[in-house]
């Protein structure tokens, strides 16, 4: 079954454009990664999935159900992390989290000790009492103590230390082991390469690449970095050069033999030719750049 399916999904603000003919589809139990810079429009997907704004057209639906139609019964099974939460600042840490599970109608008390333990998470404090990352945990614990069947994720490291984001993305691993679909957005590139199988990239409202991470890593290109004289003009196949004081570094997709027979005009003091990682990448698709 698909856990999320769209179909010619679009969006405008007025004039201004959220999203565009979006075909997406997650299947349940995948580790789905969701990339793309600020205004790609991954924050409107997600508020449409989740049922809070109408489509301008298309469809979404959630297991097989409108999201719109069927929204309240769709909440039901997905829980939702976004990239900035709000709490009634007066309220204790276990309150907010018990007012989260009450809304569910759900005993979520075991579920919630464990999550909290393992986040470190003092639950007698009140949330305006919060750093913004233990904020941030409160609000894990809000969207995993239910065990819903789809998480949806927003931006959900961001306020975490290193030790912390490594637990968590332990957390999602074990829940999706256990059948949780997780769907994560992300401009983090490490984070979706650690832990997603498949990954769209949406750039500009449109989705322009989509497969497992290994597929879109997948490319003829090479990181070249050099110290010493070097004339680039003229060599077919240079990308984003970066020049500075320490060299220069581009990455190349042309014939190799033309890469030595160019290299060896020149005066090389150093050299490293390696495959480029994957967030050059994405970023590459980023700035407007096809498939490398």
């Not at 007698?124 to 994720?153: D, T, Y």
């Not at 160019?262 to 750049?289: N, Q, R, V």
Request: proline fraction near 2%; glycine fraction near 10%.
């Amino acid at each position: 079954m698909k856990a999320i399916e769209t179909n010619r999904l679009t969006k405008y603000y007025g004039k201004s454009r959220g999203v565009q003919d979006l075909n997406l589809t997650v299947d349940e139990g995948e580790f789905f990664g969701f990339i793309g810079p600020n205004g790609a429009g991954k924050s409107t997907t997600i508020r449409i999935l989740l049922g809070l704004i109408k489509a301008s057209g298309g469809s979404a639906e959630i297991f097989g159900k409108n999201v719109f139609a069927y929204k309240e019964e769709n909440l039901k099974s997905i829980g939702y992390l976004p990239s900035e939460s709000a709490f009634y600042g007066g309220m204790k840490v276990k309150d907010v989290i018990k007012l989260s599970a009450d809304l569910r109608r759900t005993d979520c008390e075991n579920q919630a000790r464990t999550l909290c333990e393992r986040l470190n998470l003092d639950v007698h404090k009140k949330v305006n009492e919060l750093s913004f990352g233990n904020r941030k945990k409160v609000s894990i614990v809000c969207a995993l103590q239910h065990n819903p069947r789809l998480c949806i994720l927003d931006e959900p490291t961001s306020g975490l230390d290193p030790l912390m984001q490594k637990e968590f993305f332990s957390i999602l691993k074990e829940h999706n082991q256990r059948g949780m679909t997780v769907f994560l957005s992300s401009h983090i590139l490490s984070e979706i390469q650690r832990n997603c199988n498949r990954a769209a990239i949406i750039r500009d409202g449109e989705i322009i690449a989509c497969g497992s991470v290994e597929e879109l890593s997948k490319t003829n290109a090479k990181r070249v970095s050099l110290h010493g004289r070097f004339d680039i003009d003229g060599l077919e196949g240079v990308k984003d050069i970066q020049e500075s004081s320490d060299g220069t570094a581009f990455l190349y997709n042309g014939s190799i033999n033309r890469l030595v027979s160019a290299l060896s005009k020149g005066d090389i003091k150093d050299l490293t030719i390696s495959d480029p990682d994957l967030e050059e990448i994405f970023m590459h698709y980023y700035t407007g750049g096809s498939k490398l």
